[in-house]
């Protein structure tokens, strides 16, 4: 484990970074519960609030907004009430909207969730809806998404693939990508869902214990067969850099300095994993803009990564607050 320092917490700001992803409107309905229905063995909620939130590939666009630096992102909504209140919350976080296309044709993503709210209690979630449309996007779009591709990337730190395999990103986007981001020395970071292979060749790619499970087809039960998995990522996909989280065992990384084990921060409870994910991507893409190692990256991607699991529903930290967290658990000097 490196010793961290308030000046690497600092150098996460003023970075730009290009988010391309499938985005998503997060919403929350908040009930108090009455009754049972009579209709089936549900309980009657009864509405006080919903509250609406960038997620999917919104998500890390906020999270880099948060923490000091520039975002802009690309990707497709509908032309419906759902993607502009997609595009007012991410005008209202700070992330440059001047990429997201609207495709009178289909609907904004939207993921729904029911949750009870009971008293001196976490609220409770009883229920999710989807609203996906997994038709293939319209070329015409694609093509769009290209020319903004071929003007913005030149022009950022980073291009970070938030791939959540709605269907945005096409293995002709991608390629267009990797080959941007090698003509302009840009560096690529990615969290795919466990869709690896399109992304071979990135500088930084990210997943959890499950998505790596399931690409290798094996159980990693272990350091050592976690180590096998990691050397079997790097080697097939060609990555410079390939981390697995682990939940409460932390995170494991391969870089070119070797392989590391970081046990997880002790947080405490966890209310709501959504959206983890998203903020230690979005952490660890700002550290290597800042010319830091993978290993303080992903250490620093780990603390904001912490941070949101006490939070209910997809969150940000603000460099104060990961600040104070590596103080308290003594990772910063």
Known sequence: MCMITVEHVAQLANRRVLVVGDVVLDEYLYGKPERLSREAAIPVLEFEQRRIIPG???NPAANITALGSNAGIVALIGADQAGQELANALH?????????????????TTKTRILASVQLTVAQQVARLD???????????????????????????????????????????????????????TLLTVD?????????GADFLKCNLGEAEAWLGQRLTNDQQVEQGLERLRDQLKLAA?????????FSLLDPAGIHHIPAVPIGEVFDATGAGDTFIATATLSLCAGHSPLIAAQLANTAAALVVRR??????????????????????
């Open 56 to 58: 999917g590939a919104a």
């Open 92 to 108: 209202k976080r700070k992330v440059s909207t001047a990429g997201l296309l609207r495709d009178e044709q289909r609907p904004t």
């Open 131 to 185: 609203k996906i449309d997994r038709r293939p996007v319209d070329p015409a779009f694609e093509d769009q998404a290209i020319e903004l591709l071929g003007q913005l990337i030149p022009q950022v730190d980073a291009v970070l693939c938030s791939d959540y395999r709605v269907g945005w990103l096409s293995e002709r986007l991608i390629q267009h990508i990797q080959q941007l981001c090698q003509q302009y020395q």
């Open 192 to 200: 795919s869902q466990g869709r690896f292979e399109p992304y071979a």
């Open 242 to 250: 390939v981390v697995i989280t682990r939940g409460g065992a932390g």
């Open 312 to 333: 209910i529903g997809v969150a940000t930290v603000s460099p104060n607050e990961l600040q104070n967290a590596l103080i308290q658990f003594g990772q910063i000097v």
